[in-house]
């Protein structure tokens, strides 16, 4: 007889909707919780420990370092072990170090946990995207938009550190803790363990493919390079952005409900990107869809530095709409520029071949993502304004947008033999 566990494994195996559901959990842990909600602890830590914007953005850096290290070694591990495996494991580890991180002030040993965190957190994102990419191999007529759900995750993470972040500070300001930001890294902590719990399942539930012929091929770097290179600016831009948006607001006169406000609109937007990307996922073969994506992401970046640049010390001057435009465009965006990486992979490069090139763009977009946020500090202590980085970040991306645009499609066949389309292993 099978086990609950099994018959349980496989009812999910037959609905690949909610798979992908379960799957963007990691998204959610992996993404917002282990690198965006740090955006929401920037205003509050700085204030408390009076912490510079560089020393605020190599923490960022630090988380960036090692999920680039993680994302280095995934395919080892991936092999050493399961896609799953890396999966869960990874979103148990990275909820540890993200818990740990309220238990110090030291820079040096919040820097470390966050490390650890990008290290661990690698393993997740990027496990669960080769998983997502199985399923939809599976599933080809619906695999943009089981693509876009799974990265849509990402911005139910955000809607959950939204509220979950300040009503941790609050709380903690009643309590009297001298910090009030740690019990906030407490309570992501064991809501990303409570996520792990909830994505495993669906992760075991992802149907095995089909035995593929060995070969010493493989698709050369240098053929993909132009999208790569577009996605390293995606990396290097975006990241600032996310990291000071909160802290600026701040500082432009914004209270604490107006900011938790506009990031729930970023995360709202960015659980319906699947709507939204997944017929371009699927019509798109080159990087025309990550050059759109980079193009709007600059955009997003452009408005508040130009905004903010315009303003002064007066806060009215601001254009709340523009604003919070701003967070649409990114919230809507964010998501979609790593799931067009996948997507170009499932469309262009052999399935067996497919962790290898995750691992090329994981590490790409990792080092992209080590040198963003401490440029970005670094320019706006140079400068004395956040605008200054903001401006550095669009530029940054509209580049990304035209590299990633001159990437062709390789043409490379990944559907799956018509037995196994739609019925799992």
Known sequence: MNSPTATASSWLSAHPVLVAIGLALGTSLGASLARFSYALFVP??????????????SMNTAHAMGYCVGAITLSMVIKRFSSWVAFTAGGVLTSMFLGMCGLFTDPGAIGLLRFLSGFTSASVFAGGTVLIAQLASFHPKRSGLLLGIYYAGGGFGMVVSAFLVPVSLSLAAQWGMPHTWQLGWFAIGLTGLLMTLLMWLPSVSVPKSPPRAKSDDSTAVKLYAKVAA??????????????????????????????????????VFGMFSAQIWAKALDTFKGGECLAIINALMALSCLIPGYLASQSGDSPAALSVPFIYLSGVIFGGCVATAVASTTSFIKHNVPQSQWIGAITVFTSIFAVGQIVGPSLTGWVSDRAGTLSSGFLVSAGILLLGSVLALWQKPLHVSNTVPAAHADQPQ
């Open 230 to 267: 577009g996605y390293f600016c995606f990396g290097m831009g975006y990241i600032g952005y996310i990291t000071f948006i909160m802290s600026m607001l701040r500082e432009l006169g914004w209270h604490n409900a107006s900011l938790t406000w506009f990031y729930v609109t970023m995360g």
């Open 44 to 57: 509050t830590m700085r204030d408390d420990l009076n912490w510079s914007y560089t020393i605020l953005g």
